[in-house]
């Protein structure tokens, strides 16, 4: 494609407001700035190639539609057992994709600089502004932004966008990518004296409970042709409120340079960031030329201490933290990999309902939305840059860039995240095949030396799988005898932190093995569930598949897995093997388990027709499977009784009967008023369990502590299937064009009671100024369209999404299924 070549406009337009906005006054101070950065979502034109003919261009013959980014087209797509992208993949399509935009920018903006910031675009970006080629980003994870201020056109000339996302070469990930500008998009306008992208770096050097130093590192830019004198003003704002400020430093900028300056500053009785009370500060860079403000720059910070102890794992604040966390890839489920800021609180929500407080950011940069959330949330955050250095996983993966892109990539990523107060760790790659020689080692020196150059505050550590092999049993199953050995990268030195990928028998051998480097579980448990179905015996531990190389022959029928905690893949162990080990010694500092949640691809350990994990302890639809109560009783302070499974089996059939409980010392189990039997946890065990031959009617269980009830459950059999029932998780959103409502369908029998196997067809219509975005029912076998108006349940339950749009009003929702009574809700947008 030719830099200068015309193309077809779309006839859509947005004016961007001024960069800048000043209201001035007497007082310098009293000045307010805004719009330094606004969205540039709305508006975009769609084309995806079908044809070999046109697989390289468009023209005036290109049909478009229009919408909105965040945007992934392969969600959008059919199942296909041949597709290129593999069951690994999701089973569906990438391809080649086109956007453009067009919009207009206020002649007043002639002075300024404007640029376009993309959050991610998957994947081999390549942007055009008024036929001027700005460049191209293979990588999809990493945010990039390129001045277009030489190519505008200003006043009421239209300008044109165009973007090119070429994800045609597959497979080229591991698990389901998504396709297309599926993160967030922006329009940046600034004086030419500014803060640099990415401009600032913040670090609390020294904390106590008196006071906090605060060093604060900006880069400024100056675009001018001609010398300026500047002065930079830093102030620090708890909330609305001064707590701080910096020197101010004047200094001359000579024309078209930039220049790092430092300034330092002290909080007194500073609220330290933490788990439980994630307090942010904010640093408001504002650069004066003339006594006038010309750029205002925000940067959010945490103020803690930290540190990984060879002893006593990890200290927050000077107090001991187990890490409790998840690993958790980018797509939303039904949503795909098109971002959304609540679908992703949502999911935060759930897990910190589970009592997660750690993400790893399995394996890619992750949406700034998700950082931000984690800094407002208190998640310990693992951010962790590459799957893969130069070998490949993959055929078309990121290997094939690594030479180019990896340096610019991680310096992007460091720079854009380094701030974040959630991010305690840098991961520098993930079961990297290099890791076990020289090469490897090599490679992780040049990615330490980087990390540090520009972050010398966090850990590094590699996701290893694992960093020693063991001439253990479990350990070695997955490899030679010959093959028991340290890994190379483990034992070169490189790393803060030795990070385990499985091999959890090996755990409690780390101080032996790495007597001079800290802990941390990188990936744990591959534990495997389908919500809601179970096998009839739940006392044999089953490995699916038998090994990781060998194609897996056995399962059950409809591919389903126990929910039981029963199925592991043979890599990895149950959900209560790993964290027995993980709780009982001080110095493994924590463990992020893969996953929270159930992720579209890699349907371990089945292929097609699966086409989503079983991973999972929440399931695609944001459901909780029941090994989600295991954890609850053990990471909160919730009170816990959670029995299962359901009450429909055949007559005289011997169930199993599983409680997870906490906060007693007992629990005593009834059939129809009937005594089972009292349960009571021994040594170690984290559930208990009573073999019932099934009866039609009430299980009831009572948890007791010192002989007095702490809490009472009850599951009854249910009848058949009669009604519908909607719940939303919020029956008001912003009237915002992207807030959502997520709603849960029941179906329940005729007393109310769940139908645990009920699996209908459910339609669903809505009125009002919004539409439906997503169903789903955790089914990791259903192959109906995330994106359309009707899905069938699994095991009783199915999500819908509704979206709001930018009016406000009432939507109503009606689901409808054949036999069964409809139900409605209404949701307010406001």
């Given amino acids: ?197 990415w401009g600032t770096y913040i670090t609390t050097p020294k904390v106590t409970a008196e006071n906090a130093s605060v060093n604060i590192e900006t880069r400024i830019q100056n675009d001018h042709s001609e010398t300026k004198k500047i002065a930079i003003v830093t102030t620090i704002y708890k909330e609305d409120k001064k707590v701080a400020s910096g020197a101010t430093q004047y200094i001359t900028l000579t024309p078209k340079s930039g220049t790092l300056l430092n300034v330092e500053a002290e909080v007194e009785s500073p609220v330290l960031w933490s788990v439980e009370r994630p307090e942010l500060y904010t640093a408001v860079t504002e650069i004066l030329v003339d006594d006038k403000i010309v750029d205002q720059y925000k940067t959010n910070f945490g103020i803690r201490d930290f540190k990984f102890d060879l002893n006593k794992g990890f200290i927050l604040n000077g107090k001991q933290v187990k890490i409790k966390g998840v690993c958790m890839h980018h797509d939303l489920g039904p949503l795909g990999s098109a971002i959304n800021t609540r679908a992703i609180e949502r999911q935060l929500e759930i897990l910190k309902g589970m009592g997660v407080n750690g993400i790893r950011t399995s394996h ?276 816990v009784l959670h029995v299962f499974p359901h009450w429909n089996w055949k007559a005289g059939q011997a169930v199993d009967v599983w409680a997870y409980y906490n906060n007693a010392d007992e629990v005593e189990l009834f059939l129809n008023g009937k005594s089972v039997g009292v349960r009571s946890k021994k040594g170690d065990d984290l559930h208990v369990m009573w073999k019932v031959p099934f009866q039609a009617g009430t299980l009831k269980a009572i948890s007791r502590k010192n002989g007095k009830t702490v809490l009472e459950t009850e599951i009854k059999t249910a009848g058949n299937p009669e009604n519908l029932k909607l719940t939303a998780d919020r029956s008001n959103i912003k009237a915002d064009g992207n807030d959502l409502s997520f709603v849960t369908v029941d179906i329940l029998d005729a007393k109310g009671v769940l139908a645990p196997k009920a699996n209908n067809e459910i339609n669903f219509s809505l009125k009002g100024n919004g539409k439906i975005v997503g169903v789903c029912s955790g089914d990791p076998v259903s192959h109906e369209s995330y994106k359309g108006l009707k899905h069938t349940a699994l095991n009783g339950k199915c999500l819908v999404i509704v979206q709001s749009d930018k009016k406000s009003g009432r939507l109503e929702l009606t689901a409808k299924a054949n036999g069964l009574k409809s139900a409605t809700i209404v949701i307010t947008a406001e």
């Fill in 1 to 197: 494609m030719k830099n200068k070549r015309k193309y077809l406009s779309s006839g859509l337009s947005v004016l961007l407001l001024a960069g800048i906005v000043l209201f001035s006054s007497c007082n310098k101070k009293e000045e307010v700035f805004s719009n330094r950065k606004v969205s540039f979502n709305s508006d975009w034109s769609f084309h995806l190639n079908d044809s070999i003919v046109d697989k390289d261009t468009i023209g005036t013959s290109t049909k478009w539609r229009t919408l909105n980014v965040p945007h992934d087209w392969s969600i959008e797509g059919k199942f296909d057992e041949k597709s290129p992208a593999g069951y690994g993949g999701g089973a569906l399509n990438g391809g080649l994709g086109w956007y453009k935009k067009t919009f207009k920018v206020a002649a007043a903006d002639t002075s300024k600089v404007t640029s376009v910031i993309f959050d991610g675009v998957y994947r081999n970006s390549e942007v055009w502004v008024n036929g001027h080629y700005l460049g191209k980003r293979p990588n999809g994870y990493i945010g990039f932004q390129y001045e277009i201020s030489p190519y505008l056109n200003y006043g009421d000339k239209n300008n044109e966008i165009i973007v090119k996302v070429d994800n045609s070469k597959q497979p080229n990930s591991r698990w389901y990518s998504g396709s297309g500008i599926f993160r967030n998009v922006w329009i940046e306008t600034t004086d030419k004296l500014h803060v640099a992208q």
């Fill in 364 to 639: 890619n940069p992750p949406a700034p939305e998700l950082l931000d959330l984690c800094d407002k949330m208190g998640f310990i955050v693992m951010d962790e840059a590459f799957d893969m250095w130069k070998q490949n996983k993959t055929k078309y993966d990121y290997a094939n860039d690594w030479d180019k892109w990896h340096e610019k990539d991680l310096v992007d990523q460091l720079r854009r995240d380094r701030n974040h107060p959630s991010i305690f760790i840098w991961s520098i790659g993930n079961e990297i095949p290099e890791q076990w020689n020289e090469t490897g080692v090599t490679i992780a020196k040049e990615l330490a030396e980087i990390v540090r150059l520009n972050d010398k505050t966090r850990p590094i550590t590699a996701a290893m799988n694992p960093p020693v092999n063991m001439n253990i049993d479990e350990v070695t199953l997955q490899f030679e005898q010959k093959n028991v050995q340290f890994n190379a990268v483990a034992k070169s030195g490189v790393l803060d932190l030795i990070g385990y990928n499985y091999a959890h028998q090996t755990y409690e051998h780390h101080k032996k093995n790495f007597p001079n480097t800290p802990f941390i579980a990188t990936e744990t448990t591959s534990a495997l569930e389908t919500r809601g179905y179970y096998d009839a015996n739940s006392d044999s531990i089953k490995k699916w598949p038998v090994r990781w190389d060998l194609k897996f022959t056995g399962g059950n029928p409809g591919n389903t897995v126990s929910a039981y905690d029963q199925v592991q893949a043979p890599w990895g162990s149950t959900h209560e093997a790993t964290w027995k080990v993980i709780k009982k010694h001080d110095y493994l500092s924590g463990m992020y388990i893969w996953t929270g949640f159930d992720y579209i691809g890699e349907p371990t350990p089945y292929e097609w027709p699966s086409i989503s994990s079983y991973f999972g302890i929440v399931d695609l639809a944001g459901f909780p499977k029941d090994v989600y109560y295991m954890y609850q009783s053990e990471w909160t302070d919730k009170t």
